[in-house]
Each structure stands twice: as structure tokens, then as C-alpha cells.
């Protein structure tokens, strides 16, 4: 059974720094594109960032560019998501995504084929 996990979550305050990681089980995904989405309440899943099969390319979106960074450990199967400076905005349930081929890249949920369960992430002000 394929299954993605994150981990990492929790409470910070604004201005601190969380590191979220992606453990995949069942399939290795060293030759997927992979990715890491977030959902607010009362709002729809939106992209944060994604990294190619072999980490020498990533994409983010424009919110966080400079604060966070994606990455991963293929001989881990995991991967990460480094946050800092984070901001009150950035509070809401991430989620990691795979692809079943190389492709990588997409900005909308429907470019992932495997999700995890999500892991919350709050941020006070």
C-alpha cells in the first residue's frame, strides 16, 4: 500500500521556523515529481512548492519564495519542507503530494496522483 506521511506540524510563533517532512512508504518515489500543497479553512488546496525527481529543480509559489525550501532524500524516500520566517497566513493543514511518473511541477491538486493525510501548521501572531 502506497502511503505518503507528513510530520513536522505544529504551533510557532510569527518570525519562527518549522520543518515538515514527507516520508513515503510502499513505492518509491525517486522518480516522481513530488510536491507540497496547503488548505486553509474555508478556503480551496492551494500549491506551495514542488521539486523534480532528482531535487535540481523547484518551483513556489510567490508567497513564499524566499522563505521556504523544498527538498528531498532519495535515499530516504523523504521529503522536506523547510519554513521560516513564518507569518500568520501561512497557517493551514500541508499536505505532500507525489506523481506516478517524472512529471513535476503542476500548481493544481488534479498533477498529483498520491497524497498524504496532512499535518497541521499554526502560526500566531
Known amino acids: 500500500q502506497v502511503q505518503l506521511v507528513e510530520s513536522g506540524g505544529g504551533l510557532v510563533q510569527a518570525g519562527g521556523s518549522l520543518r515538515l517532512s514527507c516520508a513515503a512508504s510502499?513505492?518509491?518515489?525517486?522518480?516522481?515529481?513530488m510536491g507540497w500543497f496547503r488548505q486553509a479553512p474555508g478556503k480551496e488546496r492551494e500549491f506551495v512548492a514542488a521539486?523534480?525527481?532528482?531535487?535540481?529543480?523547484?518551483k513556489y509559489v510567490d508567497s513564499v519564495k524566499g522563505r521556504f525550501t523544498i527538498s528531498r532524500d532519495n535515499g530516504e524516500n523523504t521529503m522536506y519542507l523547510q519554513m521560516n520566517s513564518l507569518k500568520p497566513e501561512d497557517t493551514a493543514v500541508y499536505y505532500c503530494?507525489?506523481?506516478?511518473?517524472?512529471?513535476?511541477?503542476?500548481?493544481?491538486?488534479?498533477?498529483?496522483?498520491?497524497w498524504g493525510q496532512g499535518t497541521q501548521v499554526t502560526v500566531s501572531s
Open positions: 503530494a507525489a506523481t506516478s511518473s517524472r512529471r513535476w511541477g503542476s500548481r493544481s491538486v488534479y498533477g498529483y496522483d498520491y
Open positions: 510502499g513505492r518509491t518515489f525517486t522518480n516522481s515529481g
Open positions: 521539486v523534480n525527481w532528482s531535487g535540481d529543480n523547484t
